[in-house]
Every structure is written in C-alpha cells, then in structure tokens.
C-alpha cells in the first residue's frame, strides 16, 4: 500500500502525484440471480464531476449506493481517498431522486440532521444550517415541514443537507427527476452556481443527456446486461458554466454524440419487442 501524506486537505501519494478521490476497480455488483453491472472502472479526481447516464435499471442507482457504503460490491474495488469503502463515511454525502427527507422534521431539522449524527456542538450545527438554508435559497422556510412546501424546494432542502456535512465527495442520484421541467432548469442553474462557490467532486446520476453535458466534465454512458461502461465522454465545455453554455455549438455536438451513442440501443430494443 502507497503512503499518503494530507497537504491543505488534498491526498497525494508519496510520489506527489494527486490520488483520485474516487477509484473504482473491475467493479462488479449482483442481486442474487441479477447481475446489475460488472467490471467498471472508473476514477473521479479532485473537484471533477462525473455524470453518469444510461437506461433504466442498468444500474446507477445501485453503482452510487455503492459508492456511498450503504452496499457492498460483489466484484472488484472501491476506494474512496485511498480507502476502501465499508460503510457510509464522513466526507461523503448524498441526495436522492425522491428528496429522502423525514417528514416529521422541518425544513431546519432535516439539514441539522447529518451534524447532529456527526456530533456537532449546538451552535455550530445552527450556523452550518443557517448558512446551507440561504445558499439553496430556503430563508424563511425554516419552520415548514417537507408537505408544506413544493418539491423544487423539498429538493432543495435534500441539497442543503448535503452540503451542511461539507462533503468532500457529493453523490447525486437523478436530484431534478422529481420536479418540473421549470423548476428542474432553475435547479440545474443554482446547483452551477454553489458548485462554483464551494466545488466538490461529485458523481451526478442522470437520465437527461442536456443536463449531463450541462454538469459533467466527463460522461460515463452505462449500457448493456449486465451493464459496463461503454463510453467515456470529455465535456471540454467552459467553466463557469450557465444558461449561455447551452446555446454553443460544442455543447450541441456533445449533445448529439451522447444521444446517438444511447438511442441505438433504445431504438433496437423497440424493435426486439415489436417482432
Ligand atoms: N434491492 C434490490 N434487490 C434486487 N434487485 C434490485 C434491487 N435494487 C435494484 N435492483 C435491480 O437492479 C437493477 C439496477 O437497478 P438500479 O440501480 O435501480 O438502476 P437505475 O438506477 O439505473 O435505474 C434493476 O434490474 C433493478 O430491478
Ligand atoms: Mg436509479
């Protein structure tokens, strides 16, 4: 095993080189008879965002649990700053497609939620929340609880959480798929914007190829049964990233390259069904 030394926060090896937050190695994943993927590599470096897109059920859900130690693989290695994953661990955060927030808590509670299981001091737990509350733009809806206010701002809420704990890796399962198309564009933008404040390695699970192209700085296209990485997309978009990136030529072409890539399989399992 490589030592690693910490300097200001980011792991290096003992050769200097930058050790990826993220290694995921020949990483296979089973349920019993379903075999979900199987070897997949994949390395998310300081800071990076990876979206990752595919059909339904090929398996992002479950990839990203893994990564959050909440399932174990069945194959291969994952390791997070060097080490393997085991469990939920301090450092990792992440929001779910269906907010995942407890309904018998406010909107200030369930931010509290993941400093208080830290074991912060009261005080500071009440700053961290009221700062994370007015990053996502939930000043005022403190005392509401989550069927008190609309899913945009549910979501929200699930975010806040998140970025309370200070994650140095932020997992997202499709965060937009629950809202409207409206809210989710709104969402994408401000999401942009607190990446640029505060940039996290994040690993961004999507089914809308606009906003993987919008998010990511790669893309990774899961495809097959049992699934594998079947592309690796370089986004070599601009950053910052805003509503202009969508109207560039390049971001056109990515657009297209990532939707030819997915709809030979949509467009040849329609067929399969309809002979
Ligand atoms: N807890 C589970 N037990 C058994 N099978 C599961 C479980 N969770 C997911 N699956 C199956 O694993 C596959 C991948 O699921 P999932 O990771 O949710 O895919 P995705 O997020 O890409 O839609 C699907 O076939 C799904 O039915
Ligand atoms: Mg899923």
Redesign the pocket.
Known sequence: MRATIETEGEPVTASGAAQPRIRISRAGMR??A?E?FRDVDLEVGDREVVAII??????????L?CIDGLLPLTAGELRVEGEPVRGPREGVAMVFQHFGLFPWKTVAQNVAYGLKMAGQRPDAIAAKVAQCIKLVGLAGFEHYYPHQVSGGMQQRCGLARALAVEPRVLLM?EPFGAVDAQTREILQFELLKIWEMRPTTMVF?THSIDEAVLMGDRIVV?KGRPSGVHEMVEVDLPRPRSRATLTLPRFAQLREHVWSTLMADAIAAEHEVRQ
């Open positions: 349920y019993d379903i979900v595919g059909p339904s059920g090929c398996g992002k859900t479950t990839l649990r399962d699970v899961l």
